[in-house]
């Protein structure tokens, strides 16, 4: 069972910028898909950005698609979500979620295997 730890949540204004870091321990960090997710309090947890082990696959959610990158760095089994011009509808739980295989199937809430504890953003208007 892999572990993950978010970090790098906090207040920001409209606008900002903010970069999450999700750490992973156990299990084995190789041949796995890494996403991040979101959910506002009320609603269904909605999928941000994902990428395949290599970094050369990525997906993004229609709502982050040109402000939110995605990236890893293997070596440190840590993956990051660099957030640009962030919104107040941003404003969510960010949690860190991991799968062995491709990227594609981790666009899903469902089909992720372990998840982290989640970290909050708050965009202010």
């Known amino acids: 069972q892999v572990q993950l730890v978010e970090s790098g949540g906090g207040l920001v204004q409209a606008g900002g910028s903010l970069r999450l870091s999700c750490a992973a321990s156990g299990g084995t960090f190789s041949n796995s898909a890494m996403g991040w997710f979101r959910q506002a309090p009320g609603k269904e947890r909605e999928f941000v950005a994902a990428i395949n082990w290599s970094g050369g696959v990525r997906y993004y959610g229609d709502s982050v698609k040109g402000r939110f990158t995605i990236s890893r760095d293997n070596a440190k089994n840590t993956v990051y979500l660099q957030m640009n011009s962030l919104k107040p509808e941003d404003t969510a739980v960010y949690y860190c979620?991991?799968?062995?295989?491709?990227?594609?199937?981790?666009?899903?809430?469902?089909?992720?295997?372990?998840w982290g504890q989640g970290t909050q953003v708050t965009v202010s208007s």
């Open positions: 979620g991991h799968r062995y295989g491709s990227a594609y199937y981790i666009r899903r809430a469902s089909d992720v295997g372990s």
